[in-house]
């Protein structure tokens, strides 16, 4: 009798790597277990600001440093840079990371995320801000953009628009006529101009402007500490603060009869600045020979 034959499976070698066991023992699964990933799902990225999550749709990336951002968000970050008059508006994080060449906002960017007229408006003129200067005429009650070199080097300002001829300082903001003495900040040059023009005189020690109405030429500071004698005349120097009347007077007399008069002529007050007589024939007076002061024809004693 025949023995049953026992089917001979041959022995599989050992598989040595991933490859060669699954060429020899493939693995078949089964059906329905595989499952079907939908690649038209929208993409989902947080916000750097709100740190919501949104989809590629609702977010706008800043190029070329990719933070993402919601249009929200991004327009009320651009809103409050402009409202700060800053420009140009860097990326939010770029600035937060603190790095050395952050990523601008652009005009087609802002365009994109909405901005009013008046924040548009903004924009341009904070892009104008970067080569011209505004300045406003106070005469005119206008304004008007300038080269902002210019303005930079200039130190008188002239209004550019038409019809207005007006000029001012740009440091203190005084009208500067033109024709006029040179102008300082500080009024220095003008007062010198002015003290020609109506006669005034400076003390010789305090330097205090004095205009003398009418009176003698002896003139006494009053301003404080000061108590210099001095002569309206010439200038000079009479006395400085004298300890007795009587040395005043002295001090007085000897100035008057050396050089200068005590008080002025029919000449002087004729032809004297700002001074008119009426049916007078404005002509030369012949001069005259002064006349001789004898000692204490001046003063009376004391």
């Known amino acids: 009798m025949d023995r049953p034959r026992i089917p001979h499976y041959p022995i599989l070698p050992y598989p040595q790597r991933i490859d060669d066991a699954a060429r020899i023992h493939p693995i078949r699964p089964r059906q329905g277990t595989l499952r079907v990933i939908n690649h038209t799902e929208p993409r989902r990225k947080d916000c750097a600001i709100c740190l919501d999550d949104m989809t590629e749709e609702d977010a706008e990336t800043l190029k070329p440093c990719g933070h993402p951002y919601c249009r929200e968000c991004l327009k009320s970050y651009v809103a409050s840079r402009l409202d700060a008059g800053k420009l140009p508006i860097c990326c939010p ?3 937060a990371d603190e790095a050395e060449d952050p990523t601008s906002i652009s005009r087609e960017v802002a365009d994109k995320l909405g901005l009013t007229g008046d924040q548009a408006r903004h924009w341009d003129e904070l892009d104008l801000a ?5 300045i406003h005429c106070t005469k005119c009650d206008r304004s008007a953009h300038v080269d902002k070199a210019e303005y930079n080097t200039a ?15 740009k440091a203190c903001n005084k009208t500067v006529p033109f024709g006029g003495p040179k102008h300082d900040c500080e009024g220095i040059e003008e007062l010198q101009s002015l003290m020609r023009q109506r006669g005034w005189k400076p003390c010789p020690t305090c330097k205090t402007n004095t205009d003398k109405i009418t009176g003698c030429n002896h003139i006494a500071c009053s301003a404080p500490g000061c108590n210099t004698h001095w002569c309206y005349t010439c200038g000079g120097v009479i006395a400085i603060n004298p300890r007795t009347p009587r040395e005043q007077h002295a001090a007085v007399e000897r100035h008057y009869l050396s050089s200068c008069r005590l ?11 700002g001074f008119e007589f009426e049916g007078f024939p404005r002509r030369e007076l012949p001069m005259r020979r002064p006349p ?9 004693p004391l």
Not at 130 to 134: L, M
Not at 155 to 169: A, S
Not at 292 to 300: D, I, N, P, W
Request: aromatic share 14%; hydrophobic share 45%.
């Open 130 to 134: 970067v080569f011209s200067v505004e």
């Open 93 to 95: 994080t770029c600035v």
């Open 155 to 169: 130190q008188l300002i002239l209004c550019p628009l038409p019809g207005c001829f007006h000029q001012w300082c």
């Open 263 to 273: 008080f002025g002529t029919p000449r002087d007050m004729l032809f004297a600045p």
């Open 292 to 300: 001789v002061h004898r000692r204490g024809a001046l003063f009376t």
